[in-house]
């Protein structure tokens, strides 16, 4: 028996399945190592295609495409969508990750690079002399579009701050190139190339690369790639829908940085997509896009977008954002990996995140694994998001990272964000602005400096989130934060007052400033667990002015807030690449003046006090079925000392 699975959204009602079982009446076949394969035969068992194109060209609604191990260089572009459910057109591998779609090349002409200076203009001068190759591309490989050409940034700029931003990633080339599989870094000026092996450099008119290897290898002895093609699996035409992608790898797309979004695997606008057990492996920006992708295009308010699903894929290293969606309601996004998100540094670009979704409604993100997500966010919901779940994923070692979960510019109805586990938040902040405080100077001034951030939850003008059974942990700032923007309150029922949000049953565990920091006292905080939370005011309000800061008995007598809320004093252990949870005993208790007090802290979890729950939230993190109404804080049915506790929340497939 499998694991139980949450199917209600925030509002108590069912998720909308749209799901059914295709009888497909027609199957094509692919295989490009066929020595009988060709374009030319007819798709058969006996006659298969060499390209995924080939079979594209010709589906129809109700065809099922299998596809043979192997590495397609090419850009596959459906011409058609299905007709509904029961009538897609699939696109699957024979054997899940064994199909491997490529927007790049092999290249294997290189020369020495001469003519260039390699010293001066602020590089340091070295003892050893690099050894740099360089590359002529090939026109006859880019078919039109040439990514070493192009900047990453794309024609909308109106988010550039430039006194704020280092404009680098946004200016270099959108092309990449590989070494074995594994990608050099691009720098901006040739005599860069002197300071770092692994390193390459486009010419002006982008026509020829320049490249050390690491260790200053030759070429020659190794598998060099570049980029040649936007993406790996996109129609040309928009508004396809019915269409399942299954099994595929998507590797080394060279688009540019969002908006418009467009990604390694994209549904163009379509609708009903099923994108599951793919894997996208370095894209330049974009790993998969299943929304509007521009908020420059005409759009017709009865166009659907969204209703797709992306089940149990794998999204590496995606340089900007790894799913995007604009206007992308009723998504089903669950049981997947992304990790390395945001390698590009383009956080400032609006668009940086693991998962980025505008105008969500109806949405069900559930049993993901975020991880090392680098400058951005885990995940981003901007403006207008209403009746989300976002349930039993992981968000783990945010890098750099504001804050793990945004929700940004949302006034009407709920959002539910629950039976998550949060580790390792370390904010995204200049140290050299924090103040030196020596001594007691600092323990007695009231607003704490703003320079610091580090969140699990941060609401920006957002009302009604509700935040509930969650472990949150090592944040550099809070567990959760909100403030109001009034600028962004504008017709069309977009922007909030941060208000009516619902901190209920988490367990929040050594967060570096503090615990909660709502904007006002409108707001609610009921059975929490505040454990290793022994800074002393780290419980705030902001307004109005001047900010209180309280602990938990002040917290209680002034506010009423966590009136069943506890503070413990015990460690927690996380083990992200195990993906696995440890509770032990701490070795000293917090030093207190006065007289020991010793009921404050509960020290054993087991003794953790039991709370009214949440009707909705009937499981726990691993789909375990909560007993009762009353349950201890936290994603788990039950918490106990020295036991090991698998984390990893996806349902694992079976046929």
Known sequence: MGKMQENKLADGKEFGFWEKEVNYVRTLYVACDDPAASDDNDGSINAPFKTIQAAADVAEPGTHILIAPG?????????????????????????????????????????????WRLWG??????????????????????????????????????????????????????????????????????????????????????????FRLPGDADPADHDIEITVREQCFAPKTPFLSYIKVKGLVCAHAAMGAPVPQRGSISAFR??????????????NAVGID?????????????????????????????????????FATHMLIEDNVIEGTGWQKMELSWEAGAIKLHNSVDGMIRRNIFKTTYRADHLWLDCGNINNRITQNLFLDGIEQREAIFIECTREGINLIDNNIFWNVEGRFDPKKIKFEPGSSGWYKLVEDDTINGYAVYGEGTDRLQVVNNFIGKCRAYAYYAKPVPFRLSPGDRGGTSRDAKMINNVIYDCGVGGICFPTKDNAAEGNAYVKQSKGGDLRIMYPAPEVCLDLKSWREFYGFDMTGCEGWFDFEVDTEKLTLKIKKSAMMPFRFGPAAPDRYVTDPKELKKVAGDPRVKLDILGNERQGEDVIPGPFAELEFDKVYSIDPRVVKTK
């Open 290 to 326: 299943i929304g509007n992708e521009c908020w420059h295009h005409d759009f017709d308010p009865n166009q659907t977008v969204g209703h797709s699903v992306i089940r149990r894929c794998h999204i590496k290293d995606a340089g900007v954002c790894g799913i995007a969606g604009l």
């Open 270 to 283: 379509g609708h009903h997509w099923v994108i599951e057990d793919c894997t996208v492996d370095w894209a």
């Open 121 to 210: 203009y602020g590089a340091p001068s070295v003892t050893v002399t690099p050894k740099v190759w360089c590359h002529h591309l090939d026109p006859d490989m880019f078919r039109g579009y040439n990514p070493f050409c192009a900047v990453n940034i794309l024609h909308d700029r109106l988010f550039i701050e430039y006194d704020k931003t280092d404009m680098t990633p946004y200016l270099n080339r959108r092309g990449m190139i590989f070494c074995d599989g594994k990608p050099l870094k691009q720098v901006a000026l040739y005599n860069q190339l002197s300071t770092a092996e692994g390193t390459y450099w486009v010419e002006a008119n982008g026509q020829t690369v320049h």
């Open 71 to 115: 590495t397609y260089r090419e850009c596959v572009s459906p011409k058609k969508g299905g007709d509904g459910p029961e009538s897609m057109i699939c696109y699957e591998a024979k054997e899940p990750g064994t199909v491997i779609i490529k927007a790049s090349e092999e290249i294997h002409d290189f020369e020495k690079s001469e003519g």
